[in-house]
């Protein structure tokens, strides 16, 4: 079995798999820690990028998975934020590493060509993640995932008014098309929201008023919000909305909590007068 040490994990592969397993250090990155270690089929490696870097920065090994096998990559847009498919170390170690990325880019080829069944991209997601319940906090409050919903709940020491009279929503795994990630820049604020199926929502920037957003601070929360957006995207992927409501049946209170809720994201204004009758519709047409 390879192995190679890195800053904050190491890692090592066999004919079949790659094993990540990452410190519990002061310096290791909450996301790692909070993972614990992960598991990435070779075959689902399409490509291994090496940076041998420098004297100051170290070189990088980053794995690029197939097409939706990696929560992560579509979160950050700054390509700043952490990731258990990047390892880092000291430039002492880079023929060591670069021989290591050789050898799993090879055995990674070798594993595509001859894999006799389809890796499923959504399971290897699920591995680069948490396994519900996950709960993470910020100085605004929290998030929740039990499997089955989403629960943003408002009680944190820098909760604002609106949000605070508020204090909690819920969403179905169902209802939810996507949660979205915002890294903190500098000094301002980051946050995680929720982006319902069918719905579109306008950016804003008043936070204190979104009731879709956990706002991070600082680095407080930043690494633990990643986790949480990619841990349910990595299941929304598997959730049809029209098998879901074909599973609601003739459930009138299920039906029309949903109407309920467009409803409220109407006199919000985060639905136009179309949207929300054309969606309430289409619920009322399954009663």
């Known amino acids: 079995m390879e192995e190679l040490h890195g ?9 079949e798999r790659i094993r990540v397993g990452f410190g519990t250090g002061r310096k290791v990155p909450q996301l790692f820690k909070a993972l614990g270690h992960c598991t990435v089929p070779l075959a689902a490696v399409r490509e291994v990028e090496f940076d041998p ?8 090994l980053r794995m690029r ?7 992560y990559t ?16 000291a430039h002492e170690k880079e023929l ?11 055995s990674a080829r070798f594993a595509r060509e001859m894999t006799q069944e389809p890796q499923d991209p959504a399971a290897t997601a699920r591995a680069l993640v948490a396994r519900p319940p996950l709960q993470v906090r910020t100085a605004e409050g929290s998030a929740s995932f039990d499997g089955e919903r989403v629960r943003l709940q408002w009680d944190g020491w820098m909760t604002n008014t609106p949000k605070e009279r508020e204090q909690f929503r819920e969403y179905r795994l169902s209802e939810i098309d996507r949660v979205h990630w915002t890294p903190q820049v500098d000094f301002g604020e980051g946050f995680l929201r929720v982006v319902l199926r069918g719905v579109t929502l306008t950016e804003t920037s008043d936070l204190e008023n979104d009731f879709f957003t956990l706002v991070s ?3 407080k929360g930043s690494d633990e919000t990643l986790l949480m957006a990619a841990t349910v995207n990595s299941h929304t992927v598997s959730v049809e909305e029209p098998a879901a409501l074909e599973a609601a049946g003739d459930d009138g209170d299920a039906i029309f909590a949903k109407i309920r ?3 409220r994201l109407h006199a919000e204004g985060l639905l136009t007068e179309d949207e929300f009758s054309t969606k309430k519709a289409e619920l009322l047409d399954r009663l």
């Open 7 to 15: 800053h904050h994990a190491i890692w090592r592969f066999d004919e």
């Open 53 to 60: 870097g420098d004297r100051k920065r170290g070189w990088r």
């Open 65 to 71: 998975l197939a097409d939706g096998a990696d929560p």
């Open 74 to 89: 579509d979160l950050d847009t700054t390509g700043a934020a952490s990731t258990p498919l990047l390892l880092t170390g």
């Open 96 to 106: 060591v590493a670069e021989y290591f990325s050789e050898q799993l880019s090879a």
């Open 217 to 219: 601070h600082g680095a």
């Open 261 to 263: 809720e467009l409803g």
